[in-house]
Every structure is written in structure tokens, then in C-alpha cells.
């Protein structure tokens, strides 16, 4: 059994964070003083991510794979509803997870498998080069990033202001991504489908994309197979990876998001 690596801190209602793909717990850095202030804030490497061991070679890390390694992480923490943000896989891994268990609001940033049939070319050719260039030249490229220009070369297509990175957030953006053992088989795994509902989701939901997410088109932002009622929202000037460019929106929605679903329900 894979154990997840994650870190917590602040106190209150407990608000589980997921990352995307190529990506670790360290991305909600940005956000996550302000959101320990408000909540206990779990923050994950899912499996094959961060510091979190890959799943064993012959299990498929299909996201619904990812959501019960989460699941497992819960019970052992003694968590049983809690509030769930995910960014691209994470939101994806956040669907699955709320077919499984119960949870208390669901909040998704630009969440991956939102697309009919297979990943959209561009989505795979896209993230494939990320991940070449960062895995080829991750010591060049890291050191690199203390220069704002190459960070908005290198953080262009996840990022919808790169400029404002700071260059150790932008150094932690390349080394996840190119050092992480689990992502050709979290790649593999999320092509041939996006997400199909399961089971109804007892829990509201927001979808927020960034304005500037070059990596999501409207083929991947299709919303059919999301429980009636969601909500979605827009952030403006934010792009795939919402939580650098704009933290006090990305807090602002989830605080929202958590609001709104703490209030009883009126008939």
C-alpha cells in the first residue's frame, strides 16, 4: 500500500487539497496561509508524486485508482466529510473521490477529464513537452528560473501570470514536474477517457477556469457529466494553475465555496 506523503496545518473544518498532474502538494503554497487561517488545510502528493511512492507497476493510477489511495489517507487521519479543492488531475481525483465517500463541498480549478472519449491532441502534446523539457534539463532550467523572463517562458502554458512566480515557486514547478516517477502512467491512464459520472455527488460543486488557461479549450470544459447545479465561476487573468497567479481570488472562491455549502438548506 502506497503511503501519501502531505503536509497540515491551521484548524476548523478540514479542507483537503490535490494537485495536478506533474505537479505536488507544494503548488497550494501560495494559497495556503491564508487558508489555514480559516480550515484545517490537508495538503497531498498523490501517489507517484512529490514525495509519495508511485502505486505498484501493475495497478493503473486511473483517477478513480488516485481517489482511494486519498480515501485510505482520510480514514487513517480520521477525517470523515471533508471540504475537497482540486486543480487539473486533483479536481478530476476530487469527482472520484466524492463517488466513494462522503464529502462536504467539492471545489474544482480548471479540472482535468472534462472532455468527451479520448484527451484532446493538444492536452496530450502539450503536457508531453512540459514534461520532456522539464525531465531533460531540470538542474538548467531550475537555475534559470531566477530570471523573470524565462519564467514566463517556462511557466507560460500553466500559468496565466507567470511574471509575479516567485523563483522558488517556479523552481518547485519544474522539479515536480520533471522528477516525478508517476507520470507517464497517470498519462497513460487519462487518455483514452475523461470523467464519467458514478454515483450522485450529495455535495455542491464549483468549477472555476482561469481566463487565461491555454491548456483547457472548450473541448475540455464540457460540463454535462457534472452533477446539475454546479456552479462555475471564472478567474479572471488566471491560467490551468490558478493558485500563483491570483491567491486571494483562488481564497476568496474557496471560502465561498465552503460557505455556501455550510448553509442549511431551505425548501
Known amino acids: 500500500m502506497t503511503t501519501l506523503a502531505f503536509d497540515r496545518s491551521g484548524a476548523g473544518m478540514p479542507l483537503v487539497l490535490l494537485h495536478g498532474l506533474g505537479s505536488a502538494r507544494q503548488a497550494w503554497n501560495p494559497v495556503l496561509p491564508a487558508l489555514a487561517d480559516q480550515f484545517d488545510v ?34 487513517d487521519l480520521g477525517i470523515t466529510r471533508p471540504h475537497v479543492v482540486g486543480n487539473s488531475l486533483g479536481g478530476w481525483v476530487a469527482l472520484e473521490l466524492a463517488a466513494i465517500r462522503p464529502v462536504a463541498s467539492l471545489t474544482l480549478l480548471s479540472p482535468a477529464g472534462l472532455w468527451r472519449g479520448r484527451a484532446p491532441l493538444y492536452n496530450r502534446v502539450s503536457l508531453r513537452a512540459t514534461r520532456w523539457f522539464a525531465s531533460h534539463a531540470t538542474g538548467l532550467l531550475s537555475r534559470l528560473m531566477r530570471y523573470r523572463l524565462a519564467r514566463v517562458l517556462v511557466l507560460g502554458q500553466t500559468h496565466g501570470r507567470p511574471a509575479r512566480t516567485g523563483a522558488q515557486y517556479a523552481r518547485m514547478a519544474v522539479r515536480a514536474m520533471g522528477t516525478c516517477p508517476g507520470f507517464e502512467a497517470a498519462m497513460r491512464a487519462t487518455e483514452p477517457r475523461g470523467y464519467l459520472a458514478g454515483p450522485a455527488i450529495d455535495a455542491p460543486v464549483t468549477v472555476a477556469f482561469g481566463s487565461r488557461d491555454l491548456l483547457l479549450r472548450a473541448a475540455s470544459r464540457r460540463l454535462d457529466e457534472l452533477p446539475p447545479g454546479t456552479r462555475v465561476e471564472t478567474l479572471p487573468g488566471c491560467g490551468h494553475v490558478p493558485m500563483a497567479d491570483d491567491p486571494s481570488a483562488v481564497v476568496a472562491l474557496i471560502s465561498e465555496a465552503v460557505e455556501l455549502a455550510s448553509r442549511p438548506l431551505t425548501r
Open 42 to 75: 490537508i495538503a497531498i502528493d498523490l501517489p507517484g508524486f512529490g514525495e509519495s511512492d508511485p502505486l505498484p507497476v501493475e495497478v493503473v493510477p486511473h483517477p478513480a485508482v488516485l481517489a482511494k489511495s486519498v480515501a485510505r489517507l482520510l480514514d
